[in-house]
């Protein structure tokens, strides 16, 4: 079968859209958040949408499989904050590995299912690996700017572990996304290539996809894009990319400039727009395959998709638009000290 290396030498890839839109529609409550196993948990729980790969997997399943049926080649597992450390917030450190083998399994079982349907056209899954709920480069107290609510090895140990549960779980890629400090990601670059070098494993292709904020062009830990491509060029990743913060009219520019610098693949989903008043997306599914489509065309991508807000529409009009357009071709970049 083709790998997805492969797929992206023959075509720009379709990743999916956001998981937490799509679970809102659900309008699920604490109970259901809880299931039977957790019912008499200690603390609430309704908002950690990672658990419902444990207590509603059905639910999580099906967004997946409306996004396959959209078009989606590449699906994330539902595990954004599926480490140890994001987990606290609910007191649930413990379930950081059972939660990833749990989404990574759901999102393998709808893959597969739509590889069997159509083998021509493989889908895979992208283990996801958010960016944590604190930050090594940033205090959280303004009065101690040398002040850090974690440690390296503390970020390196809660990422080793989601990465251990997203392979056993039967991950083809994993995705470090949504970055916003760098140093994280370096921390998750670590621990993929530790877990891989102490497991023996076969290694799998890592994805990176970071942040700009604003219109600065920076991402929140500071760095400009070209900065935190050459941060991160040395895991040799199967793609670097841009999602979420912005939508696709503002990161125009950001993945243009991405493209002309990256010597592997460039990937970008964006939000739907930037949200309006009460926090919610306007941008409609035409509008969003129009950017993707002009970026497309303009030779800037090889995997688009979309981030907050989107839905399986924005992912079908994408896939759509998209199809005939051939992929960006990888350039030949020089390496040079200025």
Known sequence: ?????????????IIDGAMGTMIQRYKLTEADYRGERFKDWKSDVKGNNDLLCITKPAVIKAIHKQYLEAGA??????????????QADYHMEDLAYELNVAAAQCAKEAADEYTQKDPHKPRFVAGAIGPLNKTLSLSPDVNN??????TFDEVVAAYYTQIKGLVDGGADVLLVETIFDTLNAKAAIYAIKKYFRETGKPELPVMISGTITDASGRTLSGQT???????????????????CALGAKEMRGHIEELSQIASCYVSAYPNA???????????????TA?????????????????????????IK?????????????????????A
């Open 317 to 337: 009009h994408i896939a759509d638009h998209v199809k005939n357009i051939t992929p960006r071709v990888l350039p030949v970049v020089e390496n040079e000290l």
């Open 273 to 287: 727009g930037l949200p309006n008043a009460m926090g919610e997306y306007d941008e409609q599914p035409a509008q």
């Open 145 to 150: 700017p040398g002040f850090r609510a974690v």
């Open 290 to 314: 129009h950017f993707l489509e002009e970026w497309a065309a303009e030779g800037f991508v090889n995997i688009v998709g979309g981030c907050c807000g989107t839905t399986p529409d924005h």
């Open 225 to 243: 894009l070209e900065a935190f491509y050459n941060s991160v060029a040395h895991a040799r990743p199967l793609s670097v990319g841009l999602n």
């Open 1 to 13: 079968m083709k790998t997805i290396k492969d797929c992206l030498k023959e075509r720009i890839l």
């Open 73 to 86: 080649d590449i699906i994330e597992t539902n595990t954004f904050s599926s480490t140890s450390i994001a």
